[in-house]
């Protein structure tokens, strides 16, 4: 029996540096291992600002862009075993790997030679229908909604990734208060750790907001913390703030670039690095990362702060991001959601 293909309604950059344009798309049955799922939110990040804008280089284009998809499950491949017809999931960024290069064996599959990126790589979620792979998808906690769940799959699922590589980081301090860092900040308030909030300068909303989700200080990028920190994670794709924040932690700390883009980093004194201070990057996620994120995000109970917008306001949602005036997480409501 051949199933005919579906139509979907999208959202779609048709090359680098295009814009977000309105297009009916195609989308066969789901092979063995695929699902396809009927999209009920999709965060948007500023992951999917650094693909309309033309740069992250292994994206191919036209493309759909979305990888913080919440939806319900409409059909399953043969071999699904985890999900059913019905079941709501969420497709993260990492859509797939190859299993076979040497990070992938070595349990680095977020490293993976021949990976497969959700709304970069293959069609993501600014659509009423997505395609995915079952083995890359997660299970959704309940008592979140579909709208806050969605910024749970990157904003989520990176800023846990950065929150590891910190350590054990007493003092945390936290470079952009976005839809990753407010996620962030109500976990390591949960955890006991002390966030410090830093803000585009003069932004007092942002400031607090930051306190009051948790954090005991929050200022101005361009101010010092009251005190050393243990170490600092940057969500802004502002290379100028990595100089800033080693000059704001402690001796022996490490400094954690935690954004898939970011400007150039300005030359600085070693003085600054010296004192075995560190600055690393995450790169995308492991599987494993997201089933210890849901977990936690079942346990913290946290409260994603949502701006939603209607899917063929995507332009709209993007921009606002662009422009820093989204109060934590714009995600898009698929209200069409209709296979045709």
Not at 79 to 98: E, I, K, N
Not at 252 to 265: E, L, P, Q, T, Y
Not at 279 to 300: K, P, W, Y
Request: aromatic share 8%.
């Amino acid at each position: 029996m051949t199933l005919d293909p579906f139509t979907s309604f999208a959202m779609r950059i048709g090359e680098p540096g295009g814009k977000l344009q309105p297009r009916q798309v195609e989308l066969a049955p789901p092979g063995a291992h695929g699902l396809l799922i009927r999209v009920a939110a999709c965060g948007v990040c500023r992951t999917d600002l650094h693909l309309l804008d033309g740069e992250l280089g292994m994206a191919r284009y036209p493309v759909t862009p979305g990888h913080e998809i919440v939806g319900r499950v409409l059909a399953i491949g043969s071999a699904v075993s985890q999900f059913r017809v019905g079941d709501r999931v969420g497709v993260p960024w990492l859509g797939g790997s190859c299993g076979s290069c040497a990070y992938c064996l070595q349990g680095r599959e977020n490293l993976c030679d021949r990976p497969v990126f959700t709304g970069a790589t293959i069609d993501g979620g600014y659509a009423e229908l997505a395609a995915a792979d079952a083995r890359y998808c997660l299970a959704i906690p309940e008592g979140y909604s579909d709208v806050q769940a969605a910024p749970l799959l990157c904003a989520g699922l990176i800023g846990y990734r950065a929150y590891k590589a910190a350590g054990d980081a007493r003092r945390i301090g936290l470079y952009g208060f976005g839809a990753a860092a407010h996620l962030l900040a109500q976990v390591a308030a949960f955890q006991g750790r002390q966030v410090f909030a830093f803000t585009r300068p003069g932004d007092i909303q942002a400031q607090a907001f930051a306190r009051e989700l948790g954090a005991v200080w929050a200022g101005g990028s361009d101010e010092s913390p009251p005190e050393a920190l243990d170490a600092a994670i940057l969500f802004a794709p502002v290379g100028e703030l990595v100089p800033a924040a080693l000059r704001a932690v402690r001796k022996g700390a490490r400094v954690v670039c935690a954004g898939i883009h970011m400007s150039d980093i300005p030359a600085f004194p070693y003085e600054l690095l010296w004192e075995e201070r560190s600055i690393c990057s995450v790169a995308n996620l492991t599987r494993q990362d997201g089933h210890e994120f849901m977990r936690l995000a079942a346990a913290v109970a946290l409260r994603p702060v949502v701006e939603p917008f209607p899917l063929r306001e995507a332009a709209t949602a993007i921009e606002r991001l662009r422009n820093g005036t989204v109060h934590g997480a714009a995600v898009l409501v698929c209200e069409e959601g209709v296979p045709r």
